[in-house]
């Protein structure tokens, strides 16, 4: 994806690993937290907005 700070095309998910009972033992899945970028000159990252329960 292209970085909206440094118009490359290295802005990349960050993502969390959860691990959800189910029935047979933990089922693992991914949730996206947020974007970063992985141009090293460039700082950007954002977080997802956090649901509201």
Do not use: A, H, W
Not at 21 to 40: A, I, L, Q, S
Request: glycine residues 4%.
């Amino acid at each position: 994806m292209i970085c909206p700070k440094c118009n490359k095309d290295t802005l990349q998910n960050m993502y969390v690993r959860l691990s959800l009972p189910c029935e047979n033992g933990r089922k693992r899945t991914f949730k996206t937290v947020g974007y970063v970028c992985m141009n090293d000159e460039c700082d950007f990252s954002q977080k997802s907005k956090q649901e509201e329960d």
